[in-house]
């Protein structure tokens, strides 16, 4: 189980970076409210608070929304008959704007990690979980949303860190780089009770990381 909160939280909070970068309008830059979210993790328990949510802009993402799942089966699973009309719901609200829909890939993984769960819930889970691969409003092939943690850098500890991601850009098909893996590394900065994400592009940052950056990698793409 611990896995796969693992799992969901790294992707879905890049997620919400690439939709607050899209309209921040400060290039590579962008401030996150990470209370502001926890905030609305706590008062989600239901499927009903869950579309309520999407519906109020307070999520953005399909992958959010896979992560809230998560934590409503795991604290108060919902009956069965339940996930037919928040699926309906959740297809009739989508089709009013523009939400991300999650990748099959993603979901894919999801659904491995619970079988190897303990968790009564697994099934009734695995089964909505299905249910939003099988609608296209909600879900895609599209699998290049997918990026990976490869590791955690304290440059000053508790105000400061560097996150490095692998994310191979559909545009560098023919990377020549071998010493080093593509992709990016995001340096955060504590300022009062907010952090200071910026996607780095300089190749400073990136000695001694194991990552490389290729300039074609925009802020949206993360």
Same mark, same amino acid.
């Given at each position: 189980?611990?896995?796969?909160?693992?799992?969901?939280?790294?992707?879905?909070?890049?997620?919400?970076l /690439?939709?607050?970068?899209r309209?921040?309008? /400060?290039?590579?830059?962008?401030?996150?409210?990470?209370?502001?979210?926890?905030? +609305?993790?706590?008062n989600?328990?239901?499927?009903?608070?869950?579309?309520?949510?999407?519906?109020?802009?307070?999520?953005?993402?399909?992958?959010?929304?896979?992560?809230? +799942? +998560?934590q409503?089966?795991?604290?108060?699973?919902?009956?069965?008959?339940?996930?037919?009309?928040?699926?309906?719901?959740?297809?009739?609200?989508?089709?009013?704007?523009?939400?991300? /829909?999650?990748?099959?890939?993603?979901?894919?993984?999801?659904?491995?990690?619970?079988?190897?769960?303990?968790?009564?819930?697994?099934?009734?889970?695995?089964?909505? +979980? !299905?249910?939003?691969?099988r609608?296209?409003?909600?879900?895609t092939?599209?699998?290049?949303?997918?990026?990976?943690?490869?590791?955690?850098?304290?440059?000053?500890?508790?105000?400061?860190?560097? !996150?490095?991601?692998?994310?191979?850009?559909?545009?560098?098909?023919?990377?020549?780089?071998?010493e080093?893996?593509?992709?990016?590394?995001? /340096?955060?900065?504590?300022?009062?009770?907010?952090?200071?994400?910026?996607?780095?592009? !300089? !190749?400073?940052?990136?000695?001694?990381?194991?990552?490389?950056?290729?300039?074609?990698?925009?802020?949206?793409?993360?």
């Amino acid at each position: 189980w611990r896995f796969v909160i693992q799992l969901t939280t790294e992707a879905t909070r890049l997620v919400s970076l /690439r939709h607050e970068k899209r309209s921040s309008n /400060r290039g590579n830059r962008v401030v996150v409210d990470y209370a502001k979210y926890n905030t +609305l993790c706590v008062n989600i328990g239901t499927l009903k608070d869950i579309t309520d949510a999407v519906s109020n802009y307070q999520v953005t993402s399909m992958y959010e929304v896979v992560e809230l +799942l +998560l934590q409503v089966f795991f604290i108060d699973p919902p009956n069965s008959e339940d996930m037919d009309p928040f699926i309906s719901t959740l297809s009739d609200i989508c089709c009013s704007w523009n939400i991300q /829909r999650v990748s099959y890939e993603y979901l894919d993984m999801i659904i491995f990690a619970l079988t190897h769960s303990p968790l009564q819930q697994k099934e009734h889970l695995t089964q909505l +979980l !299905d249910m939003i691969k099988r609608n296209e409003k909600l879900s895609t092939y599209n699998q290049n949303v997918i990026i990976t943690i490869d590791k955690h850098i304290e440059v000053l500890p508790g105000t400061e860190y560097k !996150d490095c991601y692998i994310f191979k850009h559909p545009c560098n098909t023919n990377c020549d780089r071998s010493e080093s893996k593509c992709g990016f590394v995001i /340096r955060a900065r504590k300022q009062g009770n907010n952090w200071i994400l910026e996607l780095c592009v !300089d !190749d400073k940052d990136y000695e001694n990381t194991g990552i490389h950056y290729h300039d074609s990698i925009s802020a949206q793409d993360v």
